[in-house]
């Protein structure tokens, strides 16, 4: 079964400075991977995937994540983080085929200014 | 990016009523539509996988006879929780999947509570 982590409950970021959330993930196929941000009381929104292709993945909002296969890391960056990129942000993974998303446990963002 | 809507986002209903919640996916056609439940500060749980035209695939511990799924269309599904009590009271939120990209779009959420 697939299962993903996000050690970091908490990312606390100055503005100006660049951020990363971390994620790991295990699957026994190949990984979908995904990753989502939630504002407080709303759905998640999509923000960028890994299916095949170039390890760095770019993103909406500037976000962009490296899919690291030996690692089975699949990180969120950012170069300068903004204020308004405080939020909650899910790691999801699908092991291929029809197979629904397993979310981490999220990380909260908080960018202060 | 694909567009899914959810209604109601907020519902409130005395204990032992029944409350349906609808998703539609509004620019894409879905054959596979998802319903998580998402408790405060925690992740997503995933309730049940629904298949259009077919019967929901729910997770280990869900109860489908408490949380009845309809599928009925490539664009909506239905969630029913039938018989709310206090302890169902939560964030409920679908998911479609559009098959051209592969990638699940996820509703803005409806806040159940259950007085």
């Known amino acids: 079964a697939q299962s993903v982590a996000q050690p970091e409950d908490q990312v606390n970021v100055a503005e100006g400075n660049p951020l990363t959330v971390k994620c790991t993930y295990s699957v026994s196929g190949n990984p979908y991977l995904f990753w989502y941000v939630q504002y407080p009381n709303r759905g998640l929104q999509f923000l960028l995937k890994?299916?095949?292709?170039?390890?760095l993945v770019k993103g909406s909002y500037g976000f962009e994540a490296e899919f690291n296969k030996s690692q089975t890391s699949f990180h969120l960056k950012k170069p300068s983080a903004l204020v308004s990129d405080s939020a909650l942000y899910f790691c999801?993974?699908?092991?291929?085929?029809?197979?629904?998303?397993?979310f981490g446990k999220g990380t909260r963002l908080s960018v202060i200014a | 990016g694909a567009v899914v809507s959810q209604h109601p986002s907020r519902v409130i209903c005395k204990s032992g009523t029944s409350v349906k919640i609808e998703c539609r996916s509004l620019d894409f056609q879905a054959t596979t539509m998802f319903w998580y439940r998402q408790f405060p500060k925690q992740s997503l749980m995933l309730m049940a996988t629904?298949?259009?035209?077919?019967?929901?695939?729910?997770e280990q511990g869900v109860e489908k006879d408490k949380f009845l799924i309809n599928h009925a269309s490539l664009t909506l599904s239905t969630l029913t929780v039938t018989s709310a009590h206090p302890e169902d009271s939560s964030f409920y939120i679908c998911?479609?999947?559009?098959?051209?990209?592969?990638?699940?779009?996820f509703g803005p959420g409806t806040r159940l509570t259950v007085l």
């Open positions: 629904s298949n259009e035209g077919s019967k929901a695939t729910y």
């Open positions: 998911s479609a999947r559009r098959p051209s990209t592969d990638t699940q779009y």
């Open positions: 999801a993974v699908r092991d291929g085929g029809n197979t629904p998303l397993v």
């Open positions: 890994y299916i095949t292709g170039d390890n």
